[in-house]
DNA sequence: ACTCCAATGTTCGTAATACGAACGAGAGTT
DNA sequence: AACTCTCGTTCGTATTACGAACATTGGAGT
C-alpha cells in the first residue's frame, strides 16, 4: 500500500459489511468466510464490536446493532437535503402515486438519501443508502449530466459499464450522447436498463452555483405507464417538485449564512 | 482490556463519529483534538478511510462521504419494520397532520428506524439513526415496559435517569410505576420531559410471541395540543396504526418463513 | 452408545503493524 | 524580517494485532 494505511480498520469494516439483508445473522466463521480472514482475526473484530455496541451476540450468532446507523447519521444529519426534500416528496406521491427518491452520486454509484414509498408492495426493498450503478439510472443520468467534462471522462475511463438488462446502454459512445441529450431537455428517462419491468424518470436539484448536487425520480413498473404516459403525467410533476426543492435548499442555505 | 481488542478500529470508528451535523467538514488536527488521537494517528485513519471511500477530502478538510451509510444499510435493509411501517405512518400522518416515527431500543436509548416527518419546519431534525435517552420519551416508555423485570433491573441498575427538563422523571421508583401503567394501558404519554415544548404519544409494536420489539409515535409542540385533546384525537390512530404495523409484520414474517 | 471426523472457537509466541515523539512547513503577528 | 504558533509529515521503535497451532463442540456412521 503506498499510502499509509490501517489494515486494522479496513478488516473491521468489512466485517461490519460481511452482514447483509439475506443473512443478518452470522457465526464467527461465517463472518470469516465472508471476509477472507482469519477465524482467529474475525473473532476480534467482532468481540471489538461488540464491546463497542455495534454488533450484539447471543454467543454463538452475531447481528448488527442499530447502533451502526450512527456511522451514517452524522452524514445524513449533515445533509439538509432529505429533510428540505421529503415533504415535497410526499406531496408528488400524493399527487402521482408513485414511488419518489432523492439520490446524491458517489464513485460511479447513486445513492438513496431520501424515499417515500408509495403503498404497493414492490420486490426490491430501497433503503437509505441504498447504491445502484449511475450509468443505468435515471438519477444516475442526470448526476453523470451534471459533471464537468474532464470528471466525465474519469467517470467513463474508470467504469465498464455493466450489462444489467438487455436494454442497457453498455457504449461509452452512447452513453455520452444520451447524457448530452439530458443536459439539454433537463431530466432523463431510463426504460428497463437496471431491471426488467422498472421504468423511471429523473430531474437534477441544483445547487445556487446551478452545479448539480441531488436527483429526484420517480419509477413504476413498467407495465403500468408507457413511456409517453411516464412523459406527459409523471413529468411536469416531477420538475414541479424538484424546482420547490431547489427554492427550499437556496433558502436553507440563506438562512444558514446568514441567521 | 479484558477482552480481545482491536483498537484501530475502535479508533478508527471514533474518527468516523467525530463528524457531525454542526461541523460536517474537519481538518486533521480538529480530528485529532475530537477523538484524542495524535495528529498522526488522526491522519492513518483519515487516510484509510478516504482511500476505502467513506471519507472525501480537498487536501485540507475533511467530510464524510455518502458511502457510510452502507455502514448502516444492512441493518436497515434486513430489519423489515420499516419498509412494513412507512406506509402505515404516511397515513397516520395524513390523518393527524403530525409527525410520526417507528424506533427500537439499543442499551439505554430509542433510535429511530422510520420517520414521517409533516410539512410543518421543527427546531430538531430527526434523522435515521437519531437517537434518545429511553426514560424520558414516549417510545423509549413503551419500550421499557415491554422488558421482562431482569432487563428492566439491570436498565435501572446501569443508566442514571438524566434531567433534561424540569419535568424529566428521574426517580427510578417513579419510572417504574410509570412503566407499570404504560404496560397495563398500552401506551404511553411524555409531556415535555425530553425537551420544553415537545409532548408525544407512544404504542408498542409485538411480535408473533408478544414481545415489544418497536414502538410508534405522534410528536407534537405542546402549544398546538393538550394533554386531553392528544389522548381523544391522536390516541386512536395511533393505536390503529400500531395494530395495522402488526398485522403487516405478523403477515410477512409468515411469508418469510413459508416462501 | 460409542468412535471418529469435520467443523468451530480459542490461545499464545512472534513479527509486522501501527504508534507518537520529533521534525519541518506555512500562515499570521509584532 | 524575524518570530511564533499551529499544522501536517516522517521514521525508528515498541506495542499491537497477527495467524499457526491447539482445544472444543456437534454430528454422522457403525
Redesign the interface.
Known sequence: MA???????????AV??A???VT?ELTLSDVARKTDLTRAAA???L???V????VRTDGRLFS???????????????LSL??VA??HL??LV?EVHESASVS?L??ADV?Y?AR????RIMRV?I?????FPAHCTSMGRVLLAGLSPAELDAFLAGNPLERLTPRTVTSPVALRSELDRVRAQGWAMVDQELEEGLRSIAAPIRNRAGRTIAAVNLSSHASRTTLESARRDLLPPLLATAARIEADLHAAASREATP
Open positions: 499510502e499509509e494505511y490501517v489494515q486494522s480498520l479496513a478488516r473491521g469494516l461490519i459489511r452482514f447483509d439483508a443478518p473473532r476480534r473484530f468481540l471489538t464490536l464491546d463497542l455496541g455495534y448488527l446493532s442499530p447502533r451502526v446507523l450512527e456511522l451514517g447519521y452524522a452524514y445524513l444529519s449533515s432529505p429533510e421529503l415533504p410526499e406531496r400524493a446524491v458517489d464513485e445513492v438519501v417515500v414509498p408509495t403503498t426493498t433503503a437509505i443508502g441504498t447504491r
